[in-house]
């Protein structure tokens, strides 16, 4: 009887523990997507404030994503909605996060995963950490102590701002790489760690419950890319029955001497226009998706391109 108190006096903390975690997690969590609120990656999250059944593409992934796409130069050129949600050294623990956060309010019909985070290593305590996080909010923003407010317990979970680009990094610095000659044939394969494989099943499976077909692409990069990892991410690619872009074996017309602001790590706004285009002209090639520019509904798209035009015409 006495063990049997034991266990019945456990359950009962712990199942007081998780309600405390669980009430603390509703107040530490941030009530806007803002940096002030203390949301993290504000620019990523301003996907939150876009209007709801808005985007046709996500862009998920690291910085190459965020770098080397242009949600707004998309639109100009299809008439296509998109947004970027890639942050620096993007895990996938962090990528199917933010995926969830976005499939509540958006039903893309294009997800573009950025595949240099399939080869990016996952730790176990970066999986912990994430699923812990996921379920209870406390533990990624607990830091948030300091800044609680009477707000934070009445206040609603809101989103009011968004990000001027869509999440891309307008960055026209140039710093050349003269290693154009990289990709280099080869039969060899570089591998992909299990746990890297199983969340880019659980992203597939999250794509396909939700109607959207999950795109593989490289960005074009001589500082993390190789025909070994080609070889990978088109064998995985098989296996999962995705579509894989390859930028780096296409002819995207990138000049390594102008078109990287860090030797070639990533693409600047240059590179990003070359690799953009040539991802808008694939994707109206392969149908499906709509041209709004016309739609009155979309004039803020038409709006946010113009102020980009003139910022980029001033260099």
Known sequence: MGYFK???AWLLFFAGLIALLYIASGIFAPKDNTAEAGME???VNGILGEPPDSIDILVMGDSESYNGYSPLLMWKETGYTSYTCGTDAQKLTYTRTMLERALEKQHPKVVILETLAIYRPIKLDNVVLEELSRALPVFRYHDRWKDLSMDDVTQKVTATQ????????????VVPCDNEEYMHPTDKVA??????QYYVRAIKELCDRHGAQLLLVSTPSPVNWSYERHNGIQKFADELG???????????GIDWTKDTFDKGDHLNHFGAVKATKFLADYLQKQGGLTDHRADPAYSD??????????????G
């Open 6 to 8: 034991r266990v019945i």
């Open 41 to 43: 990656y504000a620019r």
């Open 162 to 173: 968004t990000h001027p680009y869509k999440g891309h990094a307008h960055i026209t610095k």
């Open 191 to 196: 591998s992909i760690a299990l746990v890297n």
């Open 242 to 252: 995705c579509t894989y872009v390859d930028m780096n074996l296409e002819s995207v």
């Open 301 to 314: 798209w038409n709006q946010k391109w113009k102020e980009h035009e003139e910022q980029i015409s001033r």
